[in-house]
């Protein structure tokens, strides 16, 4: 009897939605030139079901006892907080990244930092030549820890190395769109390898009790590249961001099974690597002592971390009848728009004969929605070219109806700004959710006078000064 030909797959590498025939769109995702052809599979006969012949399994009570979750620290406290207490045995971690960033440089530290306890830690760079990795490494300073070095990208021999001696306490793979499985056919970087070499690693690593992180490329957008499988197989998603512009960068976590999403380490790019930042705020304030107009300082959140960023608004005005520009750095444009709209519709306003510029300083991203509050209060400053006052901070959300709705951890957002010698907050007049007192402003912080404020005309009278 012939044999059925193998039928042509095509996979998404953004959505993983399979397609019989290639097309420039995605129909799932609505991505162009996403779809990547996969090797063909063995016809699998539809005599051979999976109703028996099997293994039985046996289950378990939600109340059984399980071991306690054990954690190894890295040896840097800001990797360990992004992981959410530090890495845990059979865990596997995906660390994504522009080129350049850090990622090498930061798992190299880490790497080296648990081999000088006294653990074994493993290294494969499937990039860099290993003399390369010692070059770094000597810069670093971290010549003599005696961490084990390979360079190598089959999958096949790395494991049959491993399981010839002690499982590892940490397996860097460096990265996993270089590795290639003889499973499977096709080049390294394809859609079919990089899911079968990922499969075998975590694989080992959860048989073993090793903690395995796979280094992953981005593409042009920033998302990781690959099948978006590959994000579902692991524990841990990490994205290490910043700008090679600036010194600092960040650790997110974006997703973890064994901690809090949303948490972040900030490091500090230097000549001996990446330091540790303990004050992040710091970074991302300007430290002058003369108030500015459209300066406006906002007590971002992220994860359980308050950050203080400053935002900078700038107002043109036009003479001619030009179209005005809106140019956005560090936050949604979006966003911008639409509090332009209610700033116009609610308070009278007019902002349609200027040009508008934001900016969020150093560089950072901004994604929390309660910084409509400091980015309206930065522009109603600048269109009056009136400073703020100085050492307050501002945060909010703003509704269309122009209403400063409660945002999430007032309090926790106020004494971190207290502790940095802010003396002045304002925003939303219920305070925080989950976060009041009997008179629904949030608990008082020593040190710190808080103004509610209920609306964003309320906003223009205290910035302008009107009765």
């Not at 193998?6 to 030139?33: F, H, I, L, M």
């Not at 998603?237 to 974006?254: A, D, K, P, T």
Request: aromatic share 4%.
């Amino acid at each position: 009897m012939a044999m059925a030909k193998p039928k042509q797959r095509y996979v998404c590498t953004e959505c993983g939605s399979v397609a019989t025939r290639w097309q420039g769109q995605c129909t799932d995702c609505s991505q162009w030139n996403t779809l990547v052809e996969e090797a063909p599979q063995t016809p699998f006969s539809a005599k051979h079901h999976l109703s028996s012949g099997g293994r039985g399994i046996s289950f378990e009570a939600l109340d059984a006892p399980t071991a306690p979750l054990t954690r190894r620290s890295t040896g840097l406290a800001e990797f360990d907080r992004a992981l959410g207490g530090g890495l845990v045995p059979g865990s596997a971690i995906l660390m994504g990244g522009e080129p350049g960033i850090g990622k090498s440089t930061l798992l190299l530290q880490a790497a080296a930092s648990i081999a000088r306890t006294g653990a074994q830690a493993i290294y494969v760079s499937g990039e860099e030549a290993t003399g390369q990795v010692r070059l770094r490494a000597a810069r670093l300073g971290l010549a003599d820890a005696p961490l084990r070095l390979a360079a190598a990208t089959s999958v096949r021999d790395i494991l049959t190395t491993l399981n010839a001696g002690e499982p590892p306490a940490l397996l860097v793979i460096d990265s996993i769109q270089t590795m290639h499985s003889d499973n499977i056919e096709g080049a390294p970087g394809t859609v079919s390898q990089v899911r079968a070499s990922a499969f075998e690693l975590i694989r080992y690593a959860k048989e073993s009790g090793v903690a395995l992180v796979l280094v992953g490329h981005v593409t042009k957008d920033g998302s990781i590249a690959g099948p978006r499988v590959l994000e579902h197989m692991v524990d841990v998603v990490m994205s290490f961001e910043g700008e090679r512009s600036h010194q600092y960068r960040i650790l997110r976590s974006l997703k973890n099974r064994f901690g809090a999403v949303d948490e972040i380490g900030v490091f500090a790019m230097e000549g001996a690597g990446l330091t540790e930042v303990a004050n992040p705020s710091m970074l991302f304030l300007s430290g002058r002592e003369e108030p500015l107009a459209g300066s406006a300082v906002f007590p971002a959140l992220e994860g359980t971390r308050p950050v203080l960023v400053e935002v900078q608004a700038l107002i043109v005005r036009l003479q001619s009848g030009a179209t005005p520009r809106r140019a956005v750095v560090g936050w949604d444009g979006g966003r911008l728009a639409m509090l332009l709209a209610v700033l116009e519709a609610r308070c009278g306003l007019s902002f349609s004969s200027a040009e508008v510029y934001l900016n969020v300083a150093g560089g950072y991203r901004l994604t929390d929605p309660a910084a409509d509050l400091a980015v309206a209060a930065a522009l109603v400053s600048a269109l009056a070219d009136r400073p703020l006052p100085l050492r307050s901070i501002w945060f909010g959300e703003v509704s269309l109806s122009g209403e400063v709705r409660p945002v999430a951890h007032a309090g926790l957002r106020l004494r971190e700004a207290a502790k940095l010698g802010f003396d002045i907050g304002h925003g939303p007049e219920e305070g925080g959710a989950g976060d009041r007192r009997q008179g629904g402003a949030p608990a008082a912080v020593k040190g710190l006078r808080y103004h509610g404020i209920a609306a964003l005309p309320k906003l223009v009278d205290r910035v302008v000064g009107a009765a």
